[in-house]
């Protein structure tokens, strides 16, 4: 049966956000959906339906200033999207009252994973890429020179001291991420230049806070639910060896890592299907979704 769309707007902090909200009859579970860098959930449209035609309502976040959610605040940070998403959780669970799982692709996977740090009230996490601020290896994700790493801890610090003094400078994304370790699908990039909902850039503000804010609930025991990493084992942004230094630090009840061949980090737009299959048989298979309610 196909899924009922529907859109809704919530109070989230001091702004309203959109949530797209891709309905069906009698769902396992609700899935909360927080997009990649500067799109919103309708770009993953193919993946978020096919997930409510396998039995799961999915509750898509347009984050504050992206996609449908109004643009009247111009300074945001990573933990302000992390509270859009805490806020979806919410609005999940109150209209719904079904196990909640949040999931998220690229710099939606780091907000995921963020959620889960923070709020008990989440039943799991199927994070596409995580990433830990702390340590110096991550500055091999942007497209800086990788002998920063050695100076690592004074370079966040002039990161912040620029956003303080510059903070609505706005930078492209090939400022900080190289677009051929994104994709090299050409399609995709013009899909995503067609697309009058995706941001073209950041703020200086808002991208010093995704490279210094720490979440540390993530490695001292704060997740009280499993943290599922999806990874590709070709992805050129995030790799294998950059992924595997952060699972290891992860505390959890339970932890795993589920991985694709596609060699492409933009696996979720690019490959719905084969994911949403895949995903859709662990999510599952998740104990605690058979023992909540």
Not at 148 to 173: E, H, Q
């Amino acid at each position: 049966m196909k899924p009922t769309y529907m859109e809704f707007t919530i109070q989230s902090g001091n702004t309203q956000i959109v949530l797209s909200v891709w309905e069906t009859p009698t769902p396992e579970a609700v899935i909360v959906f927080i997009p990649a860098t500067m799109v919103h959930p309708l770009f993953y449209e193919p993946l978020l339906s096919s997930f409510a035609e396998r039995g799961f309502t999915v509750v898509g976040l347009h984050p504050v200033g992206h996609g449908k959610s109004p643009r009247d605040v111009k300074r945001y940070t990573i933990c302000d999207i992390v509270l859009n998403g805490r806020d979806a959780v919410s609005f999940a669970l109150e209209r719904y009252s079904l196990p909640v799982i949040v999931m998220g692709s690229s710099q939606g996977g780091i907000v995921a994973a963020a959620i889960a740090a923070e709020d008990d009230r989440v039943t799991a996490v199927f994070a596409h890429n995580v990433m830990l601020t702390e340590i110096p290896e991550t500055i091999n994700v942007s497209r800086f020179p990788k002998w920063i790493r050695y100076i690592y801890r004074p370079t966040k610090g002039l990161v912040k001291l620029l956003a303080f003094l510059f903070p609505d400078l706005s930078l492209p994304l090939r400022f900080y991420l190289g677009p051929n370790r994104i994709s090299v699908d050409p399609v995709l990039w013009e899909m995503i230049r067609a697309d009058k909902l995706c941001l073209t850039r950041y703020s200086l503000h808002f991208l010093a806070s995704l490279f210094t804010t720490r979440f540390p609930g993530l490695t001292d025991g704060s997740v009280r639910c499993p943290i599922y990493v999806i990874a590709d084992s070709g992805d050129a942004l995030f790799t294998e060896a950059y992924t595997k230094l952060v699972f290891d630090r992860l505390q959890a009840p339970h932890k795993e890592i589920i991985e694709f061949h596609f060699g492409d980090h933009m696996l979720m737009a690019t490959h719905p299907l084969e994911v949403s299959e895949k995903l859709a048989e662990k999510m599952r298979n998740v104990k605690q979704i058979g023992e909540a309610g």
